[in-house]
């Protein structure tokens, strides 16, 4: 009997409830962690919530590049010295190692996202031989739109880069003459304005926002 698959083995010092509650708890931590690191790169109103049955990619835009689901995964494991031991200084251990494996993969996944979608309409900006960084960041920034809050307020564009390249980039960049300093100023102006003018005309559309301007 004792090899039978259907008999259940006793378990001695289990309580299920406490295990239950503790995975709970940890998994809330992680989300409240991953939480803060996403919402510094996405605006919790562009955070959307998938719905069974659902679709997507939204009506209003049928164009929009469909990513699909990604799944993140991350491992852990409590060594058996750590649970004899008492040592809980393991779960801020394990909880700092699902976060950072949690957080390579989201990076990793919205970079592809966003080259993909850029490579799809051709909005790419390639480096060349003998074009200086900052038209290069011209170039660039003529080829995006602007975004509109619903305050009203345009948000400017965020540049990643790797740390190592940014200070690259950023000794490069002091070397621009003033005259692209203007120029750029201007495109800046010009950008702003073409935002407002499609956020007002969006907001036309629909009457319960009284006063598009």
């Not at 190692?97 to 051709?122: A, I, N, W």
């Not at 900006?125 to 290069?136: F, I, K, M, Q, Y």
Request: proline share 3%; glycine share 6%.
């Amino acid at each position: 009997m004792a090899d039978d698959p259907k008999v259940s083995r006793k378990e001695y010092f289990a309580d299920h409830e406490i295990s239950a509650a503790s995975s709970c708890a940890f998994a809330r931590e992680v989300k409240e962690r991953m939480d803060a690191v996403t919402g510094e790169i996405v605006s919790r109103d562009n955070v959307q919530h998938f719905r069974h049955g659902g679709a997507w990619q939204h009506p209003a835009n049928p164009d929009a590049v469909d990513g699909g689901m990604k799944t993140h995964s991350a491992l852990t494991q409590t060594s058996f010295d750590e649970i004899i031991n008492h040592d809980l200084g393991s779960i801020e251990r394990a909880l700092n190692q699902v976060t950072e494996s949690m957080t390579q993969g989201f990076f990793e996944s919205l970079y592809s996202l966003v080259s993909d979608s850029c490579t799809s309409v051709g909005n790419v900006v390639s480096a060349r031989d003998g074009v200086p960084v900052w038209e290069l960041l011209y170039e660039v920034f003529e080829k995006i739109e602007l975004s509109v809050d619903r305050d009203g307020e345009v948000h400017m564009p965020q540049l990643h880069v790797g740390s190592e390249d940014f200070s690259n980039f950023n000794e490069k960049l002091k070397a621009a003459p003033p005259e692209f300093h203007q120029r750029f100023r201007e495109l800046q102006t010009r950008k702003v304005e073409e935002a407002r003018i499609r956020e007002a005309n969006r907001r036309s559309k629909f009457t319960r926002y009284g006063n598009a301007g």
